[in-house]
Structures are given as structure tokens and as C-alpha cells.
């Protein structure tokens, strides 16, 4: 199974800040990475898709960068609604993992 | 609306049976990529299973054997059958839906609320 990364666990920022968390793979996934949201008690929401592809309707300061094993999802400019919880997922091949996510805390 | 509802959730004992279900709006099931997603209280997101739109299947090695991932088209819902469940299935079962390009997944991009299973005696 493809063993998935993320760094750091918990991350506190402020409003304003840019954030980049970090996903590796334990081999190449290509590109086959999402990007998604948890808020408590709520269903996970996909931010970035193909590790760098948009999801229609997320705001344009979300980002993903990187390919093969090293991954990035970065915010550009932090907002209240922004902290929640991160993951990571591979769907490279099965079983698709995700990574133990990232708290964004406010600070 | 695009929407899906997940139920069939509750209390069971170990070795027991559930079958949840996950009914689909604004779009078909069958012409689609479903998948069933499960968080344990507390924990990160935990693949479970796929079922393609040609009716291939796929399953985390933990579930194989035990869970089936199926669908019935004129109800446009998708079903995951949990037979000898154990105390670490207890998680809230999420169903998605996988997007699509036509030639590869673009992760997985309608969810449902989750139902809960609780696995204890």
C-alpha cells in the first residue's frame, strides 16, 4: 500500500498568513493526489484534484503544487472559514490512502 | 440538485450485519464512480471502497471478504453490505462520488453526510 505523509500534524496560523502543507508518498503517484477540507461534524470537501487542478467553486487562494512522491497545498492569504482540517489522498492505485491530516488552528 | 443521502447506520454487535445505503439525486449512479469513505471517531479518512460504472469493484484490504460495495440503478442508490463487523468498523460511512474526466479520477467530488456504525456489544 502507498503510505501517505503529511507535515506538519497541526499548523496555527492568523488571518492573513500564507500556509503550505506538505504530503509524500512512499513511491510515485504521478500526479493522482486530491486535496480536501474537513470541518467538525461535516463531510470532507475537494479542494484540488490531478495535485494542482482547481475543483470548481474553490477560492482561487488554495493551490496545489508538486508530482511524484512531494505535494504541497498552500493558502495564499489565510480566512476565518479556511481553518479546518487537511488530507492528503492518493488514487494511484488501490488501495487509495489518505494522509493522517493537518489541523489548521487559529492562532 | 446534486445530492447524496447515506442511511442504514446504527448499533451492532460484533460478528453482526448492516447494510447501508446511499441514494443519489441530480445525477445517475450507474454512469458514474461511486465510493464509500469511513472515519473513525476521532481519527483521519479511511478509503473503503469503489464500484465503476461498468461494475468493476475494489475494496481496502481490511474490509475484503466481509464488505460488498453494490448499486441498484432504478433507485439510483449505492449500497455497501458489512457482514462480520468488528469493533474497529465503528466509523461514520461517508458515500461520494468519484469525478471523472473521461480518462482519469479527479477526486472525489460530491459527498454524503455520513451515517454512523457503532460496532459494540
Known amino acids: 500500500d502507498i503510505q501517505m505523509t503529511q507535515s506538519p500534524s497541526t499548523l496555527s496560523a492568523s488571518v492573513g498568513d500564507r500556509v503550505t502543507i506538505t504530503c509524500r508518498a512512499s513511491?510515485?503517484?504521478?500526479?493522482?493526489l486530491a486535496w480536501y477540507q474537513q470541518k467538525i461534524g461535516k463531510a470532507p470537501k475537494l479542494l484540488i484534484y490531478?495535485?494542482?487542478s482547481l475543483e470548481s467553486g474553490v477560492p482561487s487562494r488554495f493551490s496545489g503544487g508538486g508530482s511524484g512522491t512531494e505535494f504541497t497545498l498552500t493558502i495564499s492569504s489565510l480566512q476565518p472559514d479556511d481553518f479546518a482540517t487537511y488530507y492528503c489522498?492518493?488514487?494511484?492505485?488501490?488501495?487509495?490512502?489518505f494522509g493522517q491530516g493537518t489541523k489548521l488552528e487559529i492562532k | 440538485e446534486v445530492q447524496l443521502v447515506e442511511s442504514g447506520g446504527g448499533l451492532v454487535q460484533p460478528g453482526g450485519s448492516l447494510r447501508l445505503s446511499c441514494a443519489a439525486s441530480?445525477?445517475?449512479?450507474?454512469?458514474?464512480?461511486m465510493s464509500w469513505v469511513r472515519q473513525a471517531p476521532g481519527k483521519g479518512l479511511e478509503w473503503v471502497s469503489i464500484i465503476y460504472s461498468g461494475g468493476s469493484t475494489y475494496y481496502t484490504d481490511s474490509v475484503k471478504g466481509r464488505f460488498t460495495i453494490s448499486r441498484d440503478n432504478s433507485k439510483n442508490t449505492v449500497y455497501l453490505q458489512m457482514n462480520s463487523l468488528r469493533a474497529e468498523d465503528t466509523a461514520v460511512y461517508y458515500c461520494?462520488?468519484?469525478?471523472?474526466?473521461?480518462?482519469?479520477?479527479?477526486?472525489?467530488?460530491?459527498w454524503g453526510q455520513g451515517t454512523t456504525v457503532t460496532v459494540s456489544s
Open positions: 489522498q492518493q488514487y494511484n492505485s488501490y488501495p487509495w490512502t
Open positions: 490531478k495535485a494542482s
Open positions: 513511491q510515485s503517484i504521478s500526479s493522482w
Open positions: 441530480g445525477f445517475t449512479v450507474s454512469s458514474n464512480y
Open positions: 461520494a462520488r468519484v469525478g471523472w474526466s473521461g480518462s482519469h479520477f479527479n477526486g472525489m467530488d460530491v
